[in-house]
């Protein structure tokens, strides 16, 4: 039963309204009302005949946050969350926990302990949570559904992050230069463009990156994998955003436009390229003679004059 639901129910019979002076809180009940929060929490007890399941039960309800406990355990360990009582810590790194479970969860970041495997695959996980988040993958799953736009998704931080494509919020700002991110991950990959930090490592070829994802990719040049697999023609691609670019071919999609002529293309790429023919922008050099270009490929082709007349005079 809710709080709501209680104080429905006296409003309702005005008979039962007198109830709290009937029933008074024991001293143990004051000493429980107080724990850890001061007086952010009470205690409301009501005899058998009131509550809806018939028995002798006690309601318990959080001040906070209006939450009601009919099971005095849960109850004690709820309060705990607004009164920060952080009893159990971390001898590894300070950390401090409202109760001895979560601890024990986060003793597996620095143990790397991954008691959880999956039956499909046989990646391991620290918590249940994750790998009951993982078997989607297996499943095809995708619970949680937007609103806006009828996408679903495996995880709600999936969502709740998708959502922000709607409600243009962006929350993770830099403080250097105060471009702002949807995502914290996407906020730490751009703090790496002003340290410089590049903390992975190719063992292959010594090659750094600022992402561990982009060291992911990379590995691929070395194994050759290509696990993203086109279902129109079984064309494969080492990155997702290969396969999607090559899926516009079967599709037709051209969803990038020029402002400025009206013209569409497939790619984003293509579309920055076209640009240049209305900026005159030439961001290309050539290092020998100083000439620019707006295309990559016209520059190579060019240098290769230097080339020629290098071996002319020889």
């Known amino acids: 039963m809710s709080a709501g639901q209680c104080d429905s129910d006296v409003r309702k019979n005005p008979k039962k309204a007198n109830l709290g002076k009937k029933y008074k809180q024991s001293p143990k009940e004051e000493r429980l009302s107080s724990i850890r929060s001061g007086k952010n929490s009470r205690i409301i007890s009501?005899?058998?005949?009131?509550?809806?399941?018939?028995?002798?039960?006690r309601c318990y309800i959080c001040k906070d946050c209006?939450?009601?406990?009919?099971?005095?355990?849960?109850?004690?360990?709820?309060v705990r969350i607004h009164a920060e009582d952080k009893r159990f810590s971390c001898k590894e790194c300070e950390k401090g926990f409202s109760h001895r479970s979560n601890l024990k969860k986060h003793m597996r970041t620095h143990t790397g302990e991954k008691p959880f495997s999956c039956k499909e695959c046989k990646k391991s996980f620290s918590r249940v949570c994750n790998l009951k988040i993982h078997m989607r993958t297996h499943t095809g799953e995708k619970p949680f559904s937007c609103k806006e736009c009828s996408k679903s998704f495996n995880q709600i931080?999936?969502?709740?992050?998708?959502?922000?494509?709607?409600?243009?919020?962006?929350?993770?700002?830099?403080?250097?230069?105060?471009?702002?991110?949807?995502?914290?991950?996407?906020?730490?990959?751009?703090m790496?463009?002003?340290?410089?930090?590049?903390?992975?490592?190719?063992?292959?070829?010594?090659?750094?990156?600022?992402?561990?994802?982009?060291?992911?990719?990379?590995?691929?040049?070395?194994?050759?994998?290509?696990?993203?697999?086109?279902?129109?023609?079984?064309?494969?691609?080492?990155?997702?955003s290969h396969l999607k670019r090559h899926m516009t071919t079967h599709t037709g999609e051209k969803p990038f436009s020029c402002?400025?002529?009206?013209?569409?293309?497939?790619?984003?790429?293509?579309?920055?390229?076209?640009?240049?023919?209305?900026?005159?922008?030439?961001?290309?050099?050539?290092?020998?003679?100083?000439?620019?270009?707006?295309?990559?490929?016209?520059l190579k082709t060019h240098m290769r004059t230097h080339k020629t007349f290098s071996l002319q005079t020889m």
């Open 157 to 190: 931080s999936t969502l709740k992050t998708h959502m922000r494509t709607h409600t243009g919020e962006m929350p993770f700002s830099c403080k250097e230069c105060d471009t702002s991110f949807r995502q914290g991950a996407n906020l730490k990959r751009h």
């Open 259 to 298: 402002k400025e002529c009206k013209k569409s293309f497939n790619q984003i790429s293509t579309l920055k390229r076209h640009m240049t023919t209305h900026t005159g922008e030439k961001p290309f050099s050539c290092k020998e003679c100083k000439k620019s270009f707006s295309r990559i490929h016209n």
């Open 66 to 78: 209006g939450k009601s406990f009919c099971i005095k355990s849960l109850f004690r360990i709820h």
């Open 192 to 240: 790496s463009t002003h340290t410089g930090e590049k903390p992975f490592s190719c063992k292959e070829c010594k090659k750094s990156f600022n992402q561990i994802s982009t060291l992911k990719i990379h590995m691929r040049t070395h194994t050759g994998e290509k696990p993203f697999s086109c279902e129109k023609c079984k064309k494969s691609f080492s990155q997702m």
């Open 46 to 57: 009501y005899p058998s005949d009131y509550m809806e399941t018939g028995s002798d039960e």
